[in-house]
């Protein structure tokens, strides 16, 4: 009889990749459990995760109309023949720049996939960042020209989240959180609502979503006016203070507090907690504030502060490095190939001025119906989520008019409909993965369990796409073993040493945090310093409009929307701790706790239009409608209706205008935009 086994892998279901410890018998999961205590709700579900009936088990061709999820089975020879068949052909006929290579979820491949967008010379890889983080980082790099900084709160005295809810957006560091009580720590949370994270807050700022920028702005108001602020570190390192204070000025807390619906004597005490009990950190969102259509001019007023304050590049506040680190390969060292024009780029000129080598892909409906500013033809997606996108029908509509279109994934969901050619990917379980932790800790991800069907790793099926059509990578074109330990080169490891050590090794070769560092290398922005008034934006105010100050432009003033017939603001994907975007809707433990769309109302809301616990309701806004539940909760700000994406029977981004962008980034206004409810 065979014994049961433990494996060492790393989730991949979600953003933070916990560790979990797979019982393996005979060759199957039986059961998993977190490496270091509990899973969340998604990690408990592997198993039905990995073993789900929607999983692609073979390459599938299309045979029917596209749309009509007729496929038939093929060999992996017969794919990659059609892929290198078509991709040279349409490379040949329309230019590579004609071929979008994609990456959705999950993220761990997006360097390999990278690599072979330019080895085929398409300027145009593409991430579902288009719509989630890279805005944050770009107001980020507006001001400091590195990317984002987070606090380090083993060492703050004041830890402020803007609107970070841990306990659902990143479950491992909720322990970390409940310590920072028990040291003393003072603690600020912003957010609309209430929610676990918000108990354990000294100051809970319950601001009216999209006012973000305005709060911000107020909290500089009263540093600068109390004096609060570093002299010191703004009359040496900052450029722009000047025209920045005179703006801020009109940011009185009363003002502030007509914008934002919250108390000004709180956000007086707020300003002065974060400006005066020191070290202070900021914890930061993904992508919260920036879903909005002033996101970026929003954030970058909140991501000013920690200048403001002295609280950039200290201990326990938000340093460049808060600990060691290993250097590796790969992530974010990958330069995109910039050689021709990219799609979004005379849309979103910031987005590629302050690079993070992606094209910005939010319109690419548009992109391929009008071939502007030149046709798309192919589409090679490793995730593709059409959910991802506001009004998703209308991208599936464009996704018929391509004359290629392959995807990756793990399930055959309605965002494979339109393709080509589907192929099966491995889950973290069916794999081994080179994992770079904390602290410069490196570990080898376990494989498992062999693949189901003929399911195979992402990045060898990349390799082999390159191979196939005669492209040429050093780092991919010797093969996955070699490319794992072409990722480890810096830190002086190898795969076959993590191997050896299934808990992981310490990188060979530590970087150690060097406070203040700017003293010596100044800041990778045009000015040298760190720029209130960025000249990066200031550039584009005749042509695009965009100004250097972190201007706040109200949503409510200029959305565009009738709010007498749209009186209900919209806010789309709210986290949850059993939903990740569209992945696990499928998996019946996760289905089973929410049966159901829910459309989440204030019990005031529900009141005003005669509505109760548990009927069923329609929520409409001038772009679309959608049928639910109604649950009721104090916890929701008025005046605001909830629900969360990614659900087939209830699209929540069908409601959100295709057209309603941040002018910035291209990041769609999914937390405030505008909405009717209905009893049915």
């Not at 892929?83 to 999950?106: N, Q």
């Not at 909140?302 to 938000?318: C, E, F, M, R, S």
């Not at 050689?339 to 001025?353: L, N, Q, R, S, T």
């Not at 290629?404 to 081994?432: G, I, Q």
Request: net charge negative.
């Amino acid at each position: 009889m065979d014994k049961t086994e433990v494996k060492k892998v790393f989730c991949g279901i979600c953003g933070p990749c916990c560790p979990i410890d797979a019982y393996v018998k005979e060759g199957k999961i039986i059961s998993v459990e977190g490496s270091y205590g509990g899973l969340c709700a998604k990690g408990a579900a592997s198993k039905q995760y990995v073993y789900n009936k929607e999983r692609i088990l073979y390459p599938m061709k299309r045979i029917g109309e596209k749309g009509s999820r007729k496929f038939e089975r093929i060999t992996w020879e017969e794919a990659f023949d059609l892929i290198v068949e078509r991709l040279l052909e349409i490379r040949e006929k329309h230019g590579a720049k004609s071929t979008i290579f994609y990456a959705g979820y999950p993220k761990w491949y997006r360097p390999a996939l990278l690599r072979l967008s330019n080895a085929y010379g398409s300027p145009n890889f593409c991430t579902e960042s288009s719509t989630c983080f890279q805005a944050a980082d770009i107001a980020w790099k507006s001001i400091y020209g590195n990317n984002i900084c987070f606090p380090d709160m083993n060492n703050a005295k004041t830890v402020l989240f803007w609107t970070s809810n841990l306990y659902h957006s990143n479950t491992p560091m909720s322990k970390m959180y409940q310590g920072l009580k028990k040291k003393g720590v003072k603690i600020i949370v912003v957010d609309p609502r209430k929610t676990a994270t918000t108990c354990e807050a000294d100051i809970h700022l319950r601001i009216m979503p999209g006012t973000d920028g305005a709060l911000a702005l107020g909290m500089a108001h009263v540093i600068i006016s109390e004096n609060l602020y570093d002299k010191e570190f703004v009359e040496n390192y900052v450029y722009g203070f000047e025209e920045y204070w005179n703006y801020v000025k009109d940011f009185t807390p009363d003002r502030v507090s007509e914008i934002t619906g919250e108390d000004p004597e709180k956000i007086i005490q707020a300003a002065r907690m974060y400006a005066t009990n020191g070290p202070a950190g900021i914890m930061f969102s993904a992508c919260t504030v920036v879903h909005h259509i002033n996101g970026v001019q929003n954030y970058r007023a909140v991501q000013i502060l920690p200048a403001l304050t002295g609280n950039y590049d200290v201990k326990g506040g938000n340093p460049v490095m808060s600990g060691p680190a290993a250097p590796c390969n790969e992530f974010g060292r990958v330069k995109r190939y910039d050689g021709e024009e990219a799609i979004g780029e005379k849309d979103f000129p910031v987005w590629f001025d302050l690079p993070c080598n992606e094209a910005q892909c939010t319109r690419l409906a548009d992109y391929i119906l009008k071939e502007e500013p030149y046709p798309i033809k192919a589409f090679v997606g490793f995730g593709f989520n059409r959910r991802m996108w506001p009004q998703p029908d209308y991208l599936q509509e464009a996704m018929k008019k391509l004359d290629f279109f392959v995807n990756v994934d793990l399930f055959m969901s309605d965002s494979c409909d339109m393709a080509d050619l589907v192929l099966p990917a491995c889950t973290s379980f069916e794999r081994e993965e080179v994992k770079a932790l904390k602290g410069g800790k490196f570990a080898i991800s376990q494989k498992a369990i062999e693949p189901l069907g003929e399911a195979k790793n992402d990045i060898e099926i990349i390799i082999q796409m390159l191979l196939r059509m005669g492209l040429h990578d050093e780092a991919l074109e010797k093969g996955y073993e070699n490319y794992m330990n072409y990722i480890l080169e810096p830190s002086g490891l190898t795969v076959e040493e993590l191997r050896q050590h299934p808990e992981g090794l310490m990188s060979k070769n530590l970087r150690y945090p060097e406070e203040k560092l700017y003293k010596k290398q100044g800041f990778q922005t045009p000015s040298g310093k760190v720029e209130f008034c960025s000249q990066v934006l200031e550039k584009y105010r005749d042509s695009y409009g965009y100004k250097g100050i972190p201007e706040y432009i109200d949503f409510r003033e200029y959305s565009g929307v009738d709010q007498e017939k749209y009186p209900l603001i919209l806010n789309t994907g709210t986290r949850k701790p059993h939903r990740f975007h569209a992945r696990v809707y499928r998996v019946p433990w996760l289905a089973n706790l929410e049966k159901e769309p829910l459309i989440e109302l204030h019990p005031d809301d529900a009141e005003i239009y005669q509505l109760s616990e548990g009927e069923e309701a329609i929520v409409k806004s001038p772009v679309g409608e959608m049928k639910g539940i109604v649950v009721l909760s104090k916890n929701n700000y008025p005046g605001i209706v909830h629900i969360y994406h990614g659900n087939v029977k209830g699209e929540a981004n069908d409601l959100i205008s295709k057209d309603y962008l941040d002018p910035i980034s291209g990041f769609p206004g999914y937390k405030s935009y505008f909405c009717k409810i209905e009893k049915i």
